[in-house]
């Protein structure tokens, strides 16, 4: 008889919960949840699928191979890999420290007026779409770096490996400028809203103390927000290893890797956006397939490397990980 | 709580209006263009490069005949060629006739209908030059092989006696996408060089030895202009629009011609009468003393068996027209025309599509 009422009264707990939208909730999200697991897992499938000619053609030679030969059907993704690195690379090199700076200074040490105007400005900049940093890419990044800063790297720098060669204004260099210039409006608005997010009395402990105003940020506030920012840097990273149109447009479409940023290269994302359409043979389409399938595990990768760097970073720094 | 209630019918009484707003839309929407009782919607798609006559043909035609509809996707010449194989489109359209092998994967049988004439020419933004250049092939060869740098090397120095040309770097331009223009280009290398032939050979992509790569036409024009002793190669029609300086090339009969519509008309002309009967032919390095080296046909991709009866026999007719009347159009906007001869021969093989 007791177990009789505990089941009905479960089952009562139940009809309440359904009714009251838990139940459904719950069911809804988990949905929801897998459906982007799904997703995720389909995109994996095709991919795995539509490259299986050249998969089998080549095996793992397909990774180090360095000639891209739609002629006589010789295909290697290493000069890409290596466009595709080194360009988000030197984009995130470049925009780390001014990205982080500007949110540092519009969250820490801006008037707020000054503050909110240029953080509705940046955030404008965010949603610019990629093609336009295209254009802005080649009628007006190109011809500056060719005119003025690669000549006066290559005069003052020119004995480092890649400072060296001729000048043709696109290059690899120019992409990573280009990219950098994409990517820094994600990190300040992130960072600046983490860097909003860190509770006063973190700020007002450290002065208190007596650190300076700057010391309080530095040494305080920042690492406070440390895993925001570096979830931004994430989705910037993704961003400028996925970036098309941009990149075409200023990197010199060359498929060669070269010691010198001033050469021209090539991206994975390049190469199959422009040879795509006119790709003919089952091979070439599986192949840039392939690329494709390279690109989603190089992403894979250097997201793992860098969380792995901060993990090791943290543990080392403030002592709360 | 009076207020959220308020706010909850605002919100779903403006849903609802947008729902019914839009849903009244695009009822309206699809009324126009069905105007016409039955009409027939013809899908194509295929090549850019002649994607500015077509659109005029078939608005033309559209207007000649309004139950036909026309609709044209400039995708590429690989992508009319792949929706073709797969289907989804009535013909297709290419700059390059097909091979051997790709008839053999299709499973049914296509035919070459060209249609107009195109030219590739050599432009080039060398410091203080501005007078036209006279390139031989060993000259152009040599270039893209990046065995020529400079641009006063004698190879080039050689045929033009009067021009003060600078010990400048050869920057090489060419095309970074798949296209027909590259295709053309590159048979015609494949031609003069041999070494171009067994080290890189013709296709709408190939494994350049040098040079930087512009994102279409466009591109390889912009690259040009912005570099100093750059060389780049484009369409004839696109360099005449855009006011670009190009240069004259040798033919076979080792006169330095500059493409215009006369001498493109007399390379096809010169192999008319060794024209095959499917058509497909390479016109690039054509005999004839007035023919410009640098040609092609672009074609158009018909299936010999067209399921749709109506569509087959409409697709016949725009032929027809396309042959006798669409010719006119072609000098306006700056493609040659096709020779008599050959139109003639197509006119035979329309009998061909069932």
């Known amino acids: ?321 | 709580m009076k207020k959220p209630k308020a706010l909850v019918l605002f919100y779903v009484a403006s849903v609802v209006l947008l729902i019914v707003g839009c849903l009244g839309l695009t009822a309206r929407a699809p009324a126009s263009p069905r105007a016409v009782p039955d009409q027939v919607l013809i899908n194509a798609a295929g090549a850019t490069f002649p994607y500015p006559i077509y659109s005029k043909w078939f608005t033309e035609y559209n207007r000649l005949h309004p139950d036909i509809e026309i609709n044209y996707q400039s995708i590429g010449s690989g992508g009319g060629i792949a929706q073709l194989k797969a289907g989804t489109v009535d013909f297709g359209a290419s700059d390059m006739p097909l091979t051997d092998q790709m008839l053999n994967d299709f499973k049914f049988k296509v035919l070459h209908f060209p249609t107009v004439l195109g030219a590739v020419v050599p432009t080039y933004n060398i410091t203080g030059v501005t007078q036209e250049l006279n390139f031989t092939p060993d000259a152009l060869a040599g270039i893209y092989l990046g065995k020529i740098t400079k641009w006063n090397d004698p190879a080039i120095t050689q045929t033009n006696k009067g021009v003060q040309l600078p010990a400048q770097d050869i920057v090489v331009i060419h095309r970074s996408d798949g296209s027909g223009t590259t295709f053309v280009w590159t048979d015609y290398l494949s031609k003069v060089s041999k070494e171009w032939e067994t080290k890189v050979g013709k296709n709408t992509s190939v494994n350049w030895p040098v040079g930087l790569g512009g994102k279409g036409n466009e591109g390889v024009a912009g690259l040009v202009k912005q570099t100093p002793g750059a060389i780049g190669y484009v369409e004839l029609i696109y360099a005449v629009q855009n006011d670009i300086p190009y240069g004259r090339v040798r033919n076979t009969a080792g006169t330095f011609v500059k493409a215009e519509l006369s001498s493109v008309t007399a390379a096809a002309a010169g192999v008319a009468k060794a024209m095959p009967e499917d058509f497909r032919v390479s016109i690039t390095n054509a005999p004839g003393k007035a023919a410009y080296p640098v040609c092609s046909f672009t074609y158009l991709l018909i299936p010999t068996k067209i399921q749709d009866a109506n569509k087959a026999k409409m697709i016949k007719d725009f032929l027809h027209w396309m042959l006798n009347d669409g010719q006119k159009d072609a000098e306006g906007l700056t493609y040659a025309p096709l020779p008599k001869e050959v139109v003639t021969m197509e006119l035979k093989q329309i009998s061909m599509i069932e």
Do not use: C
């Open chain 1, 1 to 321: 008889m007791a177990e009789g009422a505990g089941s009905r009264a479960r089952l009562r707990a139940f009809l309440d919960r359904l009714r009251s939208g838990d139940e459904v909730a719950h069911l809804l999200t988990l949905i929801f949840a897998s459906a982007i697991f799904f997703v995720t897992f389909l995109l994996v499938y095709e991919l795995w699928q539509n490259s299986a000619l050249s998969r089998h053609q080549f095996g793992w030679h397909f990774l180090l191979g360095r000639t891209w030969d739609p002629v006589f059907e010789n295909y290697g993704a290493l000069p890409f890999v290596f466009g595709t690195t080194l360009t988000s690379a030197l984009a995130l090199l470049l925009a780390i420290p001014l990205g982080v700076g500007a949110a540092i200074f519009l969250a820490e040490l801006a008037p707020p007026r000054i503050s909110d105007f240029l953080t509705f400005l940046i955030e404008l900049l965010a949603a610019v779409p990629s093609v336009i940093f295209g254009l802005l890419g080649i009628f007006i990044v190109v011809p500056l770096l060719g005119t003025t800063v690669m000549p006066f790297l290559k005069a003052t720098l020119g004995f480092l490996p890649i400072f060296k060669g001729p000048i043709y204004g696109v290059s690899l260099f120019a992409a990573g400028v280009v990219l950098s210039i994409m990517i820094i409006p994600f990190i300040i608005s992130i960072s600046r809203e983490v860097l909003l997010g860190v509770p006063a009395d973190q700020r007002e402990a450290a002065l208190a103390l007596g650190a300076t105003k700057w010391e309080s940020t530095w040494k305080v506030v920042v690492p406070y927000a440390r895993t925001g920012i570096m979830g931004s840097v994430f989705l910037s990273l993704a961003r400028a290893l996925g970036e098309t149109m941009a990149v075409t447009m200023v990197i010199g479409n060359d498929p060669k890797i070269s010691a010198s940023l001033f050469a021209p290269g090539y991206s994975i994302a390049a190469v199959i956006a422009n040879e795509f359409s006119e790709a003919t043979s089952a091979l070439y389409i599986n192949a840039l397939v392939e690329l494709g399938l390279v690109l989603f595990l190089l992403t894979i990768i250097l997201n793992a490397l860098a969380r792995l760097l901060i993990l090791a970073t943290t543990r080392r720094a403030t002592g709360h990980a």
